[in-house]
């Protein structure tokens, strides 16, 4: 199948990546092209111009740098999925990553196109939030930071802007913290039907802060502000894990979820307290 | 629109060709330079039976463009066989009916190929799980499995 006719041109830097896109009205970076390639084969997105950055050096990388793990735009899902500092200190991305379509996706696809793109159903969009991640963005005069919870705008709608390049995520390391991800694949695409990812904070025996991210339930990744005030402050001994999973239903709207031929809107609401109890539980379960 | 020059490596023979933005590996590998093992099943990116490995990964050539590998080693499953004589991998298919159309099979044993490189005894959920990404029509996986499970094991043996 072929796509709509487009120009092509390989950035040798991300200055010369960013005046490309100044210099051809309509044109998108793409890295593994894992987001952007199939929409294009179905005519969902036809920009008229390419500019491939997969070839820049130094993008990869994965490096601690006092109290954040710093990661390249250019890591791939596999990468990620793959590396030791992140499994012991945001497991809920390593674990993200693994869930990434499969082992020719994860190879290809890359992490900071994968939050640019920002399709609704993608694993690492909820670790993004759960991990409270920042977004290093280069523009053509200045570079800026984003922050996790300012990153999702809607489907494909992401706050980074037309003429902007992702050039790496910066990941909190606390000693305090556990997390995980739990998922409900879609049998067909491999998306996230329902994704969740939770962080906790631990003193002890409790809970003094928690994130859950949410990914494939909406048009827009999400946060679920009550089940994390139902765990904060609390013991995590008892029932308190089901009682805040419990919430979810009342949090959210199900006429507002996605509904498609796998699952309706109520089964999604179904599904996310479900999921949620699991990816507490999960990383409830690497306290140790 | 615009043309591009590019070169490609593919099973050790060095290729120069022109092609389009838009002309996607598979079909570089398949229609320019007639290296037909790689099919197209789906050509959404969900079958795997166009797995090639470029520069060490295996990775699905219906979803890359070929200008994007421009100067890449690619390695096809032409390249398994030496001279005719089936690699062990392409030997256990065959000793464990590990195909019936054969369909599917260029891109499992890329696939397959490319996990045995670094799973050493790897369980049998573990090599299902390396397959996710191929789909079979016809074996139901179970000959499969076996075929890899065969490879690794006699892998280990020769160690
Ligand atoms: S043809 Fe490429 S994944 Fe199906
Ligand atoms: S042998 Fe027919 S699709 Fe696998």
């Known amino acids: 199948m072929h796509t709509k006719e487009f120009d092509y041109y390989r950035a040798d830097s991300v200055d010369d990546a960013i005046e490309q896109l100044e210099a051809h009205d309509g044109a998108e970076l793409m890295a593994g092209a894992h987001g952007l390639l199939p929409r294009m084969k179905t005519g969902e997105e036809s920009p008229p111009a390419l500019v491939d950055i997969s070839h820049l050096d130094g993008l990869a990388t994965i490096d601690r740098d006092g109290d954040t793990l710093s990661i390249g735009a250019l890591a791939t899902h596999a990468d990620i999925a793959e590396s030791q500092q992140l499994k012991q200190h945001s497991s809920a991305l390593s674990d993200a990553a693994g869930e990434v379509g499969d082992l020719q996706v994860r190879n290809g696809g890359t992490i900071g196109g994968n939050i640019a793109h920002g399709d609704p159903r993608s694993d690492p969009l909820a670790a993004v939030l759960a991990l409270d991640v920042e977004l290093s963005v280069q523009g053509p005069d200045s570079q800026r930071t984003i922050d996790a919870d300012d990153v999702f705008h809607g489907a494909y709608e992401t706050a980074v802007r037309d003429h902007e390049f992702v050039t790496g995520l910066g990941v909190p390391v606390q000693d305090d913290a556990v997390s995980a991800y739990a998922k409900r694949r879609n049998p067909l695409s491999g998306y996230a039907m329902v994704g969740v990812a939770a962080r906790l904070r631990l003193d002890s025996d409790t809970v003094t802060d928690a994130r859950i991210g949410v990914t494939g339930v909406a048009d827009t990744p999400f946060r679920l502000p009550a089940v994390e005030d139902a765990l904060e402050g609390e013991s995590v001994d008892g029932d308190i894990v089901e009682e805040a999973a419990g919430r979810v239903e009342k949090a959210v709207d199900p006429s507002e979820l996605r509904g498609d031929s796998q699952s309706s809107g109520e089964y999604r609401a179904h599904l996310l307290s479900v999921y949620t109890e699991k990816a507490v539980t999960a990383a409830l379960n690497r306290a140790g | ?159």
């Not at chain 2, 037909?36 to 470029?54: E, I």
């Not at chain 2, 000793?95 to 670094?118: S, V």
């Open chain 2, 1 to 159: 629109m615009s043309r591009h020059d590019i070169s490609l490596t593919v099973n050790g023979t060095e290729h120069e060709l022109t092609v389009e933005p838009r002309t996607l590996l598979v079909d570089a590998l398949r229609e320019d330079l007639g290296y037909t093992g790689a099919n197209v099943g789906c050509d959404t990116g969900r079958c795997g039976a166009c797995t090639v490995r470029v520069d060490g990964d295996a990775i699905k050539s219906c979803t890359t463009f070929a200008v994007q590998t421009d100067g890449a080693s690619v390695e096809t499953v032409e390249g398994l066989a030496d001279d005719g004589d089936l690699d062990s991998l392409q030997a256990q298919f065959q000793e464990n009916h590990g195909l019936q159309c054969g369909y599917c099979t260029p891109g499992m044993l890329m696939t397959a190929d490319t996990f045995l490189q670094d799973a050493e005894d790897p369980s049998r959920d573990e090599i299902r799980e390396a397959i996710e990404g191929n789909l079979c029509r016809c074996t139901g996986y179970h000959n499969i499995v076996d075929a890899i499970e065969d490879t690794a094991g006699l892998a280990g043996q020769s160690q």
